[in-house]
């Protein structure tokens, strides 16, 4: 038995997860995170040349609060993206979520968790009804969630009524979520985790793969540190100003377990198998109606968690909440994440450093003083620099196969 | 031929198998058995009832009347899921890929493996023994892949055909059948087509060879059926017949009927 046999071919043989099939990845167009990752250090160095308040831990930390509520929203978009859906009512969504959680608590009284939980399950409600509407009738996605976005408006605002302006909240546990730091302890145990359980992993893997080289265990050590290597930075960076804001906490998390069942579970490989190939999905037995219904359900549901962000950012909901360019910063977010449009393609990670870059140029214009055209105007540069890649990178794809010929 | 070993045993057996649709007989009781390790193709026009039966063995019809048998033993088939299930695995022509997964995935899709060990450890794949089951297939069919972690769409179509024939091996699959596999394929394709499906024949699959190509017929199949209106109307033994004896059975011309059963 010879374990590499079938690499070898007319394409040099490589050992799995070494740098070497990392560089064949790219040659085959697939860029993975490097282009987000490249525009995230981009608007980095730009603005730290253009402000000197930029990169001060102080703004940082507020950075970080300001990308929460689309931060949570490009993730749940991704999900719908992936499967080569859209969800244009997001925003909509988590602007009537926000109005349920602050109609909950501050008419009715309602504690903050039960309130919280409520919205979520309303926003997965709404969800279930955009996805059996896309699955049992076959209307495109764009249009049922065109739909969503109108109605889910007005419901919004029917539902704050007569009242002018905004609903205050005063919910405590609502509060909290995007305005408590956590002690400086705790972050410092959970980067050390972050880091510790990352070494284990590496060392794990190193044992199983004795084969795979020098050059294969770097990669694999670069591979694993990238996040707890960022999860340091942060972690000192803000340490500086507040301590490290629970949100960030939150938002780590939703993304760590979205990631684990989009990358790491049979369900997540359904996931881009739908994306990529739905007849050739349904062929292979998988339920694509309900692998469908659970993703327009589950964006949904984080659309309403982003509602709940804001409000507790906001300390209250009105009939704007949730609207604006929200929802398009949303797709863009993931779309710069190297998420494809046409599904089948994209990263949860990418989403949220596009969602991070989009908050860092909007934070940065607004230090120096540019209005929101402005941020506008550059924001959809950045989503055109982003296209651009992906088609190209897509043109690489087409050929390779072609070039293997 | 190498075939010969296990012909007196059959895996697949079609007793009287009749569909209608509407107001079209599609399939008017067709008797049909498949041998292990034998190749057999089906022939007929088009709405001959060739695609009728293919997915009636592959559990996207059900039929009327009559049954299927697999080891002699009457099969229940309901879904695709329960063919595969059963054994029986489909080879498409346009051979069913997701381009964006890469190849251990196409091989394992809708039947991914989980990792061994608890309740939280079976949440999730277990790639090596996946890749480790790949390789194999890969090795048996004789065909190189750049790297299984490849996406499909940086595959040549002769590694795309590797593939799709590959889910067979992985499965280990006593029954496969090939819907028109070369229909859109050059010569040198073709031929590759031929190899895999001699390489399935050789480790003991029975294969049902659905094709319009005399080229495929005579270079691969060991018996022929060639189905006219819903119905069996021929038996033949490509060894002992040209490829004018099966046009005029497709046709139905006139010397069809010297070798019918």
Not at chain 1, 54 to 77: D, I
Not at chain 2, 209 to 222: K, P, Q
Request: aromatic share 4%; with cysteine.
């Amino acid at each position: 038995m010879n374990p590499q046999r079938v690499r070898k071919g007319s394409e040099p043989a490589v050992a799995p997860k070494s740098i070497q099939d990392w560089l064949l990845k790219i040659s085959y167009g697939e860029l993975g995170l490097l282009p987000v990752l490249a525009a995230l250090m981009a608007v980095l160095i730009v603005f730290n040349f253009a402000s000197p308040y930029f990169l001060t831990p102080r703004n940082l930390s507020n950075l970080t609060l300001q990308v929460g509520v689309l931060g949570v929203m490009a993730l749940g978009m991704s999900l719908v993206l992936f499967i080569g859906e859209i969800d244009l009512s997001a925003g909509s969504v988590s602007g009537v979520c926000a109005i349920i959680l602050v109609l909950l608590s501050s008419r009715f009284g309602i504690p903050g968790i039960l309130a919280v939980s409520l919205a979520i399950l309303c926003g997965a409600a709404i969800g279930g009804i955009h996805g059996k509407l896309v699955t049992a009738i076959g209307a495109p996605s764009f249009i049922v969630t065109l739909t969503g976005l109108l109605v889910w408006q007005g419901a919004q605002r029917m539902l704050v009524g007569n009242q002018i302006g905004q609903i205050l909240i005063n919910d405590p546990l609502v509060i909290s979520i995007a305005s408590t730091f956590m002690p400086f302890w705790l972050s410092l145990l959970i980067v050390a985790s972050t880091v510790g359980y990352a070494l284990v992993f590496c060392i794990r893997r190193w044992k199983l793969k004795q084969h795979a080289g020098t050059a294969g265990k770097l990669g694999l050590l670069g591979r694993s540190m990238l996040f707890p290597i960022l999860a340091i930075v942060i972690f000192l960076v803000l340490s500086n100003h507040l301590g490290v804001p629970v949100l960030l906490l939150i938002l780590a998390i939703l993304a760590l377990v979205l990631t684990l069942v989009t990358e790491h579970t049979p369900f997540g490989v359904h996931i881009f198998a739908v994306g990529g190939n739905a007849e050739a999905a349904r062929r292979a037995g998988i339920n694509v109606a309900r692998l469908k219904l659970i993703l327009f359900s589950s964006c949904s549901a984080l659309a309403a968690f982003s509602g709940i962000v804001a409000v507790s950012r906001q300390y209250a909901a009105d009939g704007n909440t949730g609207g604006g360019n929200l929802v398009l910063d949303a797709i863009a977010a993931a779309v710069i994440g190297g998420t494809s449009l046409f599904g089948g393609r994209g990263r949860i990670q990418g989403s949220l450093l596009g969602a991070l870059v989009i908050g860092t140029v909007a934070n940065g214009l607004d230090l120096l003083g540019q209005s929101a055209n402005v941020k506008s105007i550059i924001t959809g540069l950045i989503l055109l620099g982003a296209v651009s890649v992906d088609m190209v990178a897509r043109q690489r794809r087409i050929r390779s196969g072609a070039a293997g010929a | 031929m190498s075939a010969k070993a296990g012909a007196d045993l059959h895996i697949l057996e079609a007793r009287s198998l009749s569909k209608r649709f509407g107001r079209v007989q599609a399939l008017s009781g067709v008797d049909l058995q498949i041998h292990a390790g034998s190749v057999l193709a089906l022939l007929g026009d088009n709405g001959a009832g060739k695609s009728t039966l293919v997915k009636i063995v592959s559990g996207v019809h059900r039929p009327d009347t009559g049954d299927l048998l697999l080891d002699g033993s009457r099969l229940n088939i309901s879904s695709p899921r329960d063919a595969s299930a059963a054994g029986i695995e489909t080879v498409y022509q346009d051979l069913a890929l997701c381009e964006n997964l890469n190849v251990t995935q196409n091989l394992f899709l809708g039947r991914e493996r989980r990792s061994p060990g608890n309740a939280i450890r079976r949440m999730f794949l277990d790639r090596r023994s996946m890749e480790a089951e790949a390789e194999k297939a890969f090795d048996i069919l004789g065909t190189r892949i750049p790297s299984l972690a490849a996406p499909i769409s940086a595959l040549s179509g002769g590694q795309r055909q590797a593939v799709a024939i590959a889910r067979a091996i992985v499965w280990q699959s006593r029954l496969v059948m090939f819907d028109e596999p070369t229909a859109a394929l050059g010569v040198e394709q073709t031929e590759n087509v031929h190899r895999l499906i001699r390489r399935l024949r050789d480790r003991g699959v029975g294969v049902l060879l659905i094709t319009h190509n005399m080229v495929d017929v005579f270079a691969l199949a060991d018996r022929v059926i060639v189905l006219r209106q819903g119905r069996r109307v021929s038996e033949m033994d490509p060894r002992k017949c040209t490829p004018d004896d099966v046009v005029s059975a497709i046709t139905g011309s006139e010397r069809a009927g010297e070798r019918s059963p």
